[in-house]
């Protein structure tokens, strides 16, 4: 065959490849969907995956309110908003005659904070995603934003850029970043004007809401966006709908940002991307909506008080239960910590994340990517929550029995069927009784050769 001949071909191959590339460019364009600002096209956007194969996350609460860090986030409400009277008495014990608020702002110092630190943190507690606040309800922000003239952490407080700093530090270990945003501001005048007039004036939203939203996800392009502070006005106030269909039509992370349901007055639970419905929620069968569980390692407060006991922490077994039954239940747990103001996290959140850490070393398989069974919850002498993944089915149980032989009675045998348990490298033996309950001999090694202390998988292959 002759040169040009081979030349020509090898050009016409070229000229194929390109055409058809295009026409798949064409396509793919073609037929990606634009969406309307209304619930109904919103709704339909698919969630992107990575979200529920995350499944475990850990909440920042971090503002001025660690400054007081007393009562909790809420301080300058209960303080100001309601005037309780053990927050005025604590204004008075503490501080001299006069003290506002913003005095709280430049003792917001995060001298200490180094971004990498907390980011391994989380990184050995097996987070796959970070939610920080970026601005609580008392309106500071822990970015330079534009709009929220000297109440913010550039012009007070640390100088510093805190949701970049974290951001950064987050991306580095491969940990998806989650932007908290509180929809109002309880003492911002325009706000206060707009709830005057019903929420149909917008002074606030076209003044401070939206161009923050927009700011943070032109400057962060966050992975999620935590919506909160809506319950006092309607979507059409906020103007959710609009930015929404910016965000998943227009916006640099459309492909792959999740946002959650607080957008508007009985938006929660209804509308959105995943549900959180109310905060520390907790569904009892498995719902048919993607949904997430935020809570708080402290039971009485999101943001670090100084006033924390030890009964209101939640214990090892409380935390690692509850990332089972929510997971099981085909949800996310989000788990929060509050920092000082000097930006460290006091050892008892970091031993309670490390536990879940630990525990999801040896048993993340059974979490991270799994889909809820076909049955999620057995409950008889100990309390079993499944989860599942492809053919494999895993059985976490939360107590050992006495008997050391773990009764499950969902699953059905065959004859490829194969036991282990998650960290114990041999098969265990099993049999069926008279009813085909399944009976599993459990290892009968000392407690400190389980690989665990509590909630032990069992992975069962070749079951029904
Ligand atoms: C809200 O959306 C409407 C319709 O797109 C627009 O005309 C209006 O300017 C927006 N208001 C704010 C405050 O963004
Ligand atoms: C929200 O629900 C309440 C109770 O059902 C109702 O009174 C209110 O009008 C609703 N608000 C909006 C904005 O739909
Ligand atoms: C619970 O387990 C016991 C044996 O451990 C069995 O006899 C009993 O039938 C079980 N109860 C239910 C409701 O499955």
Redesign the pocket.
């Given at each position: 065959m002759g040169e040009p001949l081979w030349r020509l071909r090898l050009l016409l191959q070229l000229v194929l490849a390109a055409v058809s590339v295009t026409s798949v460019l064409a396509r793919g364009a073609g037929s990606r969907r634009r969406y309307t600002p209304d619930w109904q096209s919103l709704d339909a956007r698919p969630l992107p995956a990575w979200f529920d194969e995350a499944k475990f996350g850990v909440f920042v609460h971090w503002g001025v309110f660690s400054v007081p860090a007393w009562g909790s986030e809420w301080f300058w409400w209960h303080w100001k908003g309601e005037a309780l009277p053990q927050y005025q008495q604590f204004m008075s014990d503490n501080y001299p005659p006069g003290f506002s608020y913003a005095d709280f702002g430049p003792q917001f110092s995060a001298r200490f904070f180094n971004a990498d630190h907390w980011a391994d943190l989380f990184l050995a507690a097996g987070a796959k995603y970070v939610v920080l606040t970026t601005k609580h309800h008392e309106g500071f922000t822990n970015w330079p934003s534009p709009v929220s003239w000297n109440w913010n952490s550039m012009d007070v407080g640390p100088h510093r850029d805190l949701v970049d700093e974290l951001g950064t530090a987050i991306r580095k270990r491969h940990i998806r970043y989650g932007l908290y945003h509180s929809l109002l501001e309880w003492f911002h005048p325009l706000y206060i004007l707009d709830k005057k007039n019903n929420c149909k004036t917008q002074h606030f939203v076209s003044a401070k809401t939206m161009p923050e939203l927009y700011d943070l996800v032109n400057r962060y392009k966050p992975d999620l966006l935590w919506s909160d502070g809506e319950w006092e006005c309607p979507d059409s106030y906020w103007n959710s709908t609009e930015f929404l269909s910016w965000l998943y039509n227009d916006s640099p992370v459309k492909d792959e940002v999740v946002v959650n349901d607080r957008w508007g007055q009985n938006c929660s639970c209804h509308h959105g991307g995943y549900y959180n419905c109310q905060d520390k929620f907790k569904p009892q069968t498995l719902p048919d909506h993607k949904w997430e569980m935020c809570t708080s390692i402290d039971k009485l407060s999101w943001g670090y008080r100084r006033n924390m006991v030890m009964p209101n922490v939640a214990s090892d077994v409380e935390i690692i239960s509850e990332l089972v039954q929510t997971v099981s239940l085909g949800g996310n747990y989000l788990l929060n910590i509050g920092p000082t103001k000097d930006g460290l996290i006091v050892p008892i959140f970091q031993e309670r994340l490390l536990a879940v850490g630990k525990w999801l070393s040896i048993n993340g398989e059974a979490i991270y990517a799994s889909k809820p069974w076909r049955v999620q919850l057995?409950?008889?002498?100990t309390s079993v929550w499944y989860t599942s993944k492809e053919s494999v089915v895993y059985a976490i149980f939360l107590h050992w029995?006495e008997?050391g032989?773990l009764?499950l009675?969902t699953p059905k045998t065959t004859s490829t069927t194969q036991i282990t348990m998650l960290g114990i490298q041999k098969d265990l033996k099993w049999s069926t009784d008279p009813s085909e309950?399944l009976l599993i001999n459990l290892p009968q090694v000392p407690p400190s050769a389980l690989p665990v202390p509590f909630a032990w998988t069992i992975k069962l292959t070749g079951v029904e």
């Open positions: 057995e409950k008889n002498t029995p008997s032989i009764r009675e309950v």
